[in-house]
């Protein structure tokens, strides 16, 4: 948020265009597109920055829309994609080419493509399946339950579910004029 004289102004992505744009060109890219997935990174966006209105937590440490520590990023490339070289691959061709070289943990709040890729490995790590449709209730018990982006956050299912009906299915209510 940003204060401008007395008038407050919050900025953050557009629930339909960080869908459409982002994560679901990342999924397909990925091989592992699905309804439920979109649902729960954007979910996940919702919770860890509130789409966007944040791109550094000091608190925690967390970087970019999904509060990715640099720690967990160095952990998910040194012991996940190590093990599956063509996945490691499709992700290392979401970043920046030669920014990611000189500072790859940046390319979290630079870029979103990558950052949800790297999400995406967090869940994907997990081994879970999420391929069937499930209910937006269901993706706060996955997130709570799968979601260790490094920042040691306490993870509430309840506030998910509060924060996705709030900035999600709000938002897909709302008429484009």
């Known amino acids: 948020m940003t204060k401008m004289g007395r008038i407050e102004?919050?900025?953050?992505?557009?629930?339909?265009?960080?869908?459409?744009?982002?994560i679901r060109p990342c999924l397909q890219l990925l091989n592992d597109d699905s309804d439920t997935a979109e649902n729960l990174l954007l979910g996940t966006a919702a919770q860890e920055s509130l789409l966007g209105q944040h791109c550094f937590c000091q608190k925690t440490n967390g970087l970019g829309i999904y509060r990715i520590t640099a720690e967990k990023h160095r952990e998910l490339w040194?012991?996940?994609l190590v093990q599956f070289p063509e996945l490691a691959s499709l992700q290392r061709g979401m970043a920046s080419q030669q920014q990611f070289l000189k500072n790859p943990h940046n390319e979290l709040i630079t870029n979103l493509g990558y950052s949800t890729g790297m999400?995406?490995?967090?869940?994907?790590?997990t081994g879970i399946d999420l391929q069937k449709p499930i209910e937006f209730a269901s993706l706060a018990t996955l997130w709570a339950a799968h979601f260790d982006n490094g920042t040691g956050?306490?993870?509430n299912a309840d506030d998910f579910v509060q924060t996705y009906r709030n900035l999600i299915l709000d938002d897909s209510k709302k008429l484009v004029a």
């Open 9 to 22: 102004v919050v900025m953050g992505i557009a629930v339909q265009e960080l869908r459409e744009l982002v």
């Open 78 to 80: 040194d012991q996940y």
């Open 119 to 125: 999400a995406w490995m967090i869940y994907r790590r």
């Open 153 to 155: 956050a306490t993870r």
